[in-house]
């Protein structure tokens, strides 16, 4: 399995809507992220900067900020997410994939 990290921007003041809605996430977004190979997925946030850092795995070349192929569930999710977060002009967050440099099993 692939390893995929990215970074994103969360607006100022948003953390705890941030976590509600991530504690509250769609059981048809769980499924279909699950569903695209993409397991073992958390995401972070660094207070001192508002950045979130996400971090999963991927079965193939997929992950889930892959914009290329966007089903209505997603598209639904990235609509809601929009006002707390940086996003692109589809309401996609914005996402900055992350190299990675050292890893230990």
Known sequence: MKRFAFKMYLKPGNEKEYERRHAAIWPELVKMIK??????????????????????????ETNSQDTS????????WWDMMADIMEVNPDNSPVTVPLQEVFHLD
Do not use: A, R
């Not at 192929?69 to 639904?76: A, F, S, W």
């Open 69 to 76: 192929d966007v089903d209505p569930i997603t598209q639904k």
């Open 35 to 60: 569903d695209s190979g993409v397991s073992d997925y958390s995401i972070f946030w660094d207070k001192d900067t508002n950045l979130l850092f996400g971090v999963q795995k991927c079965d193939g």
